[in-house]
């Protein structure tokens, strides 16, 4: 296994840019996940990590080694496609054992790390069987069988939970996470999944237009988002966002929102005044008359043990995730009080989050770790 | 709109069914008819063959077949009495029509030649159709567009408009009536087809298959050969049949460009006829052993052959 480092990694197909200037590390052992929608350039550095694109410029070191220009099969990394690309004129068994004739392997040791593979991933018994007539699941077993009897450097993976049912899915989600637990494989995951990416991954990357939003933990990525963007990417609902007028001085506690004053954690910039917005998560919104944020009820959603309930205010609409004992009617006038600790500033041009008293935890640990 | 009715699922009633059935019937027999019709001829002998009314039903004979394979003198009961036993059964039936078995024809190795030629220059057409069309699949050709525009192009007119300039060229090249000549001229009528059928194909087969193989260590050529090739089959082998059959079945060129040493079995059979009376069994006899290869070939690939054409007829 090895740590993967991607440095100013960069791809442009003649004028289209599909990955810009993009940097991270994925450390040894960990579960990295790529998140991003559909184009956002994140199948296409994991493709330029496989090397079956070569990058327009920037570096791509596999445990220390530039393997940027090498071809696919000199990087010695397993990758497992979206649509598994099983060899249909093979059987199971010859379809994992596949990478290993490719190593000249003798056939009795073939068949004993093939026989292992799948007894780790509970197929053994299909090893003869065509790999046409397999349930989703259960491809989805063979092509991580084919990936895993390497024993790589590192695993990529390109949205290899797509085309599964739900129910699968979650079932997968799980047995794959519970796979890297046990084998501590180096593994970039590539998925616009949110729920996938923020069940499996040690960090996640969210990239949108070819840029790295933001590179951190899920936790970090939900409380701290750095970009609007990001904010707006995850969570379901997503982030509402309040605008709001001027500018903010270091040291700031509160914001005027729509004519009310509403307690912020302390800004630790000063920003120039600007169109800004402020980010909270529906489930820190709760209803509360004495309030002067004020809206109406727009609609709920019951979900069993919570709601979503859509609120119109002078800002638009912004959906609070509340009990679901609460009783509400269409139309109602509700007052929202805000979890000041919990939300984020955002200047609206940039997308850019304002640094504040959320961001010290953050901040702390990196400064320890430098 | 029309086109709706012609996806319909509605299953077939029965009335429909037997209608189907019988114009289905009727065609086989019709199309199959002078097929039957060369079949028994080349069982008979030189007087039945032209008996009227035709007869249906006759003593089979063997002597078209040993005309075809030799070549006889007529001569004088005299000296016919005058040698030893027959040596078989060729050799009995040409007595007695007062002739003698002079030596063999040349049918045998004008089938040869045909074999040669239409099996050579299929594989050529299939080989080089089959690496173009996986290149002008996968690979980011410059001018790729026209390329394939140029390759069609090339049959635009019927081939035996240029005949003359390649008759010429031929001959400058000392390319005429050599099985070389002939091989080179069907794979570059086929090798259009050939490319854009497989091209077709192989646009089907998900590029994934030959990424996963290059990540698994493969290089490009073994993971072609490793996963493309065995899912091309059926196309290769619907390619392989229509380019053999237009290979073996070709008159025109090969009457024009090959007399001799290379000429092939189309050119030769008419031949036949001129030889000693109209020899209508003999012809037949050729006739019916021509059919043979490309028969056995058909038959041998018909599961590929039918998959293969609907699966390029059904494309998305």
């Not at chain 2, 075809?68 to 007529?74: E, H, I, P, Q, V």
């Not at chain 2, 390329?147 to 005949?163: E, G, H, K, Y």
């Amino acid at each position: 296994m090895a740590e993967i480092r991607v440095q100013h990694l960069r791809k442009a197909f003649g004028d289209f840019v599909a990955v810009q200037d993009s940097n991270f590390v994925v450390e040894d052992g960990e579960f990295f996940v790529m998140l991003g929608p559909s184009g956002c350039g994140k199948t296409t550095t994991l493709r330029m990590i496989a090397g079956l694109e070569l990058p327009t410029g920037g570096q791509i070191l596999l445990g220390g080694d530039d393997v940027t220009m090498l071809r696919a099969r000199e990087r010695d990394i397993a990758f497992v496609f979206q649509l598994f690309a099983l060899y249909p004129h093979m059987n199971v068994r010859k379809n994992i054992g596949f990478p290993l004739l490719a190593q000249g392997m003798p056939s009795a040791e073939i068949r004993t790390r093939v026989e292992e593979t799948a007894k780790l991933l509970r197929i053994d018994h299909l090893l003869n069987k065509s790999v046409s007539g397999l349930a989703g699941g259960d491809r989805q077993r063979v092509a991580l069988g084919r990936a895993i009897v390497r024993r790589p450097k590192c695993f990529l993976m390109d949205e290899p939970l797509g085309t599964l049912d739900t129910e699968f899915r979650d079932l997968m989600v799980h047995e794959l996470r519970e796979l890297h637990n046990r084998i501590h494989a180096t593994t970039v995951y590539v998925t616009h999944d949110q729920m996938e990416a923020m069940s499996m991954a040690d960090k996640i990357a969210v990239m949108n237009h070819g840029v790295i939003e933001q590179f951190g933990t899920p936790r970090e990525i939900y409380d701290r988002p750095a970009t609007m963007f990001v904010a707006d990417f995850i969570g379901s609902p997503p982030m509402n966002f309040l605008g709001f007028g001027g500018g903010l001085a270091k040291g700031a506690r509160e914001i005027v929102v729509q004519g009310a004053k509403v307690a912020v954690p302390e800004v630790r910039e000063d920003i120039a005044p600007a169109d800004m917005a402020l980010g909270i998560r529906p489930e820190h919104i709760r209803f509360d008359d004495a309030s002067k944020l004020r809206g109406a009820i727009y609609g709920t959603e019951y979900l069993g043990t919570t709601q979503i309930v859509a609120v119109e205010t002078a800002d638009g609409l912004i959906k609070a995730r509340v009990p679901a004992e609460i009783r509400l009617a269409t139309g109602d006038h509700v007052g929202l009080t805000l979890s000041s600790a919990r939300l984020s500033l955002f200047e609206k041009g940039s997308g850019r989050a304002v640094r504040t008293a959320i961001h010290d935890v953050a901040s702390e640990r990196r400064a320890r770790h430098g | 709109m029309s086109l709706t009715t012609a996806h319909s699922v509605v299953a077939p009633s029965a009335n429909s069914k037997r209608i189907a059935g019988t114009i289905i019937v009727l065609y086989a027999l019709i199309s199959i008819v002078p097929l039957l019709w060369i079949f028994a001829t080349s069982f008979k002998t030189p007087p039945d063959s032209i008996a009227y009314p035709p007869k249906i039903l006759f003593q089979p004979s063997l002597e078209g077949y040993c005309n075809l394979f030799t070549t006889r003198t007529r001569q004088t009961p005299d000296y016919i009495n005058s040698l030893g036993p027959a040596t078989g059964f060729c050799d009995e039936t040409t007595r007695k029509r007062n002739m003698v078995i002079a030596g063999p024809s040349n049918f045998l190795p004008r089938f040869v030649n045909s074999l040669i030629i239409a099996f050579g220059s299929t594989f050529c057409a299939v080989f080089l159709g089959t690496l173009s069309a996986y290149g002008f699949s996968r690979f980011k050709v410059p001018l790729a567009d026209d390329l394939l525009f140029f390759i069609l192009s090339t049959r635009f007119m019927p081939p035996i408009a240029v005949a003359i300039p390649i008759y010429l060229m031929y001959r400058e090249l000392g390319l005429s009536d050599t099985a070389l000549g002939m091989i080179l001229l069907y794979t570059a009528v086929n090798v259009s087809l050939a490319v854009w059928l497989l091209k077709g194909f192989i646009d089907e087969i998900p590029r994934e298959y030959e990424e996963a193989a290059m990540i698994d260590g493969y290089t490009r050529l073994q993971a072609f050969w490793r996963t493309v090739l065995p899912q091309a089959t059926t196309g290769i082998a619907a390619t392989a049949i229509f380019c053999l059959i237009f290979a073996w079945n070709e008159y025109a060129f090969a009457a024009l460009l090959t007399s001799g040493t290379a000429q092939t079995a189309p050119p030769f059979i008419p031949t036949i006829i001129g030889e000693g009376g109209q020899d209508w069994p003999a012809v037949a006899a050729g006739t019916t052993i021509f059919l043979v290869p490309i028969l056995v070939f058909t038959i041998l690939l018909r599961k590929q052959l039918l998959r293969g054409i609907t699966f390029g007829a059904v494309r998305k």
